[in-house]
């Protein structure tokens, strides 16, 4: 039987029941330089909320990783059609209702700007109301360098540990926009379980 909208609540039609508007979903980006960790905190977190997961490197052109596996940090013009893309994955989740988690390093408020118009009634500015999150996993520059060393090392990833200079001096965190913050070299299930909490009651998600 069809639902009709009553007050904002959707009410069986005929039957008398009201059932509450399904929770809009929400999208935690895991944020921060090259190799703090956001890829393997945000693919657990995804799977503790049995929910989608987005992988900002995925959405790269061959061209911007090429330029990255040369040691060349990307220019803003660069990052543009890449950050849209992963606006407009994180829009297809809100749209359906959908909690998703994203892993993009978001260094710049600019660049954060683009993912929260993913929250298609963004009011630039207006953080708190918007269901874009932002976590950022920080972690002194020894242990960020080691670990994308480490990993560069392992031959897995086209990020350069040269590059790592660059994306400290790019990150920035404005007090005003909320952002979580969260010691990097906590285990990363600590992380999860700590982030799964602070959003809790916004989340769409019951599979946790
Ligand atoms: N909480 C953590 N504690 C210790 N090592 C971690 C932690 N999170 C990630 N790592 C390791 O650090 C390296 C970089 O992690 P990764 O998730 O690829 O970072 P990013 O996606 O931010 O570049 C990997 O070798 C990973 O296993
Ligand atoms: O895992 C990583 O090392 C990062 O996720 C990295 O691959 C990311 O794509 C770059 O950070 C590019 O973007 P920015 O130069 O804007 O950080």
Redesign the pocket.
């Known amino acids: 039987m069809d639902g009709e909208t009553v007050g904002g609540r959707s009410a069986m039609a005929g039957s008398g029941l009201l059932r509450p508007d399904p929770a809009p979903g929400l999208a935690i980006v895991v944020m921060?330089v090259?190799?703090?960790?956001?890829?393997?905190?945000a693919a657990m977190l995804a799977d503790a909320l049995g929910c989608g997961f987005v992988e900002a490197d995925d959405h790269h052109s061959h061209a911007n990783k090429e330029k990255m596996s040369r040691g060349v940090p990307l220019t803003d013009e660069d990052r543009l059609p890449w950050l849209e893309s992963l606006r407009d994955a994180i829009r297809i989740r809100l749209g359906h209702g959908e909690d998703v988690v994203v892993?993009c390093s978001a260094l710049r408020l600019k660049y954060r700007e683009v993912l929260r118009q993913g929250d298609g009634a963004y009011k630039p500015g207006s953080y708190a109301a918007c269901r874009v999150k932002f976590v950022c996993l920080e972690a002194s520059t020894e242990v960020i360098a080691e670990?994308v060393r480490?990993?560069a090392a392992e031959g897995g990833?086209f990020?350069p540990a040269s590059l790592v200079r660059s994306q400290l001096d790019l990150l920035e965190i404005n007090a005003a926009e909320g952002i979580t913050v969260v010691d990097?070299?906590?285990?990363?299930h600590a992380?999860v379980e700590a982030t799964i909490a602070q959003f809790r009651d916004e989340l769409a998600s019951t599979a946790c």
């Open positions: 921060g090259s190799g703090c960790g956001k890829s393997t905190v892993s670990r480490r990993r990833h990020m990097a070299t906590l285990p990363a992380i």
